[in-house]
């Protein structure tokens, strides 16, 4: 089944062209299913890149999903034009009152800063307090996993030395976890990242559970059964080139940046990167977009009420 996304947006003709079964709005009404509704809110500058690399993922499940695209109002976009985000992009004030099967909390370049430092902190923090009570499953990726953990668990972020960039080696640490179902027990993951979360903090928490983790950049994948949550440290989304677009514009202003580690063939920038973490990006997704049609309630209005 298709993806449920606007005609117009970019995505659609990429993700067509690519073989992911993309429907209209027009065309989906006319199916006697209720689609998953699934909201994605979109903290990255380039967002056009974000949401594509998304929707690619959702869309490859085999289930009809309406895909919603969310941003903040207290924080201007400079990369993403105002046309796009007026055409395309809703804002809190016009979901807050509705019901969702998903929430994925894309990352964002702020990790220098504190949370409350974030000019959109109290924004957030009002979403994550709707999201607790008005979607189904929430995912959050990179900064957005850190955000939530800070909020809901007070767990704090802690700056590296270095950045931690390219692909590293992660354990599968619970291979009968729904989330992992397929996973090999040893994977390779695209990171990222100037903080990391501190594997002994999340032992610490008798709420969370480490599901994936690396011996040299820490915990991966994370998960709060209690609420629902997920929390996903690092980039399985990514294009091939994305590591590669990231590594040349940091050198801008960071001349001695080390190259992305593990990532280049023979380490040598102007070869083409070997994309190795496709396809446990399409199992990680399609797995959590499963175990939301298994779980929800038909009836969306039913999500957050609690049953005996």
């Known amino acids: 089944m298709p993806i449920k996304i606007p005609k117009n947006l970019p995505a659609f003709d990429i993700l067509r062209d690519e073989g992911v079964m993309v429907m209209s709005s027009q065309l989906a009404e006319k199916q ?5 509704q699934i909201i994605l809110l979109n903290l990255m500058p380039e967002k056009i890149k974000t949401e594509t690399q998304f929707a690619r993922l959702i869309g490859a499940t085999p289930l009809q999903i309406e895909f919603t695209l969310l941003q903040v109002s207290s924080h201007v976009s400079k990369n993403t034009s105002k046309d796009h985000l007026e055409n395309f992009y809703k804002t809190f004030d016009s ?20 949370f409350e430092e974030v000019d959109y902190w109290g924004e957030l923090k009002n979403i994550l307090e709707w999201a607790k009570a008005s979607v189904h499953s929430v995912f959050g990726v990179c900064w957005g996993a850190m955000a939530m953990l800070y909020y809901f668990h007070r767990i704090e972020k802690h700056m590296l030395n270095k950045k931690a960039l390219g692909l590293f080696r992660h354990k599968n640490r619970k291979v009968n976890s729904h989330f992992l179902r397929g996973f090999s027990d040893d994977l390779i993951v695209p990171v990222s990242r100037w903080t990391e979360i501190s594997t002994d903090d999340i032992i610490g928490n008798s709420n969370l559970e480490i ?10 994948l994370i998960e709060d059964k209690a609420n629902n949550f997920l929390f996903l440290l690092n980039h399985l989304e990514y294009d091939s080139n994305t590591l590669k677009e990231e590594y040349v514009r940091d050198l801008t202003s960071e001349k001695n940046l080390e190259l992305p580690q593990n990532y280049f063939p023979d380490d040598d920038p102007q070869l083409n990167p070997i994309n190795r973490w496709r396809s446990h990006a399409h199992l990680l997704y399609g797995n959590w977009v499963n175990e939301i049609y298994q779980t929800t309630p038909f009836e969306i209005e039913k999500i957050g009420l609690k049953h005996p």
């Open 211 to 220: 599901l994936l983790d690396s011996d040299e950049v820490g915990p991966c």
């Open 95 to 114: 979901v807050h009152d509705k019901k969702y099967d998903g929430l994925i909390i894309t990352g964002a370049p702020i990790e220098h800063l504190q």
């Open 32 to 36: 006697d299913i209720r689609p998953l």
